[in-house]
């Protein structure tokens, strides 16, 4: 790791915690040129791939945009988006992948939406399953209607 005061390439770990509910560390460094102590945050990559074939980095921020669009009218806080993205990370990160497909976050965001707010879900999910006719809004309400009866 290079030092940001002294540029010297070597540095030795002085404590090293956990942060962000165990999804990057926390490392204390010590440089062996100047003595300067200089924290670093380690976090593993997630790329996201695309139908276009490009890859890009996860972003809780662009799963956040994206429901609360579907949300947009609805009684859901900022706070229940960011839950719900942090909901969808955990569910990607658990697949082991460094890249996952695009549609694999959709899927993750579909079971965390249902749960908050239903109309939303519809709204989400006519979009990412490609609803063609009232009969998949049917279909997805009557799903929803046998879910609801069953709890």
Avoid: W
């Avoid at 997630?46 to 996860?58: A, H, M, N, Y």
């Avoid at 990607?92 to 749960?115: K, M, N, T, W």
């Amino acid at each position: 790791m290079i030092c940001p005061f002294c540029r010297h390439e070597d540095s030795k770990v002085v404590d090293s915690r956990t942060a962000d509910d165990g999804s990057s560390i926390r490392r204390r460094r010590e440089c062996l040129a100047c003595q300067r102590r200089f924290t670093t945050m380690e976090t593993t990559s997630l790329l996201i791939s695309k139908r276009s074939g490009v890859t890009e980095p996860f972003s809780r921020d662009k799963v956040m945009s994206g429901v609360r669009k579907a949300c947009q009218g609805r009684p859901v806080t900022g706070d229940q988006l960011a839950l719900l993205a942090e909901k969808v990370e955990d569910q990607v990160r658990s697949l082991g992948q460094g890249v996952v497909p695009a549609f694999e976050v959709g899927r993750a965001i579909l079971a965390p939406l249902r749960e908050l707010d239903e109309v939303a879900y519809l709204r989400f999910a006519s979009v990412y399953l490609g609803f063609n006719s009232l009969e998949d809004f049917e279909r997805a309400i009557a799903e929803l209607r046998q879910d609801r009866a069953e709890r």
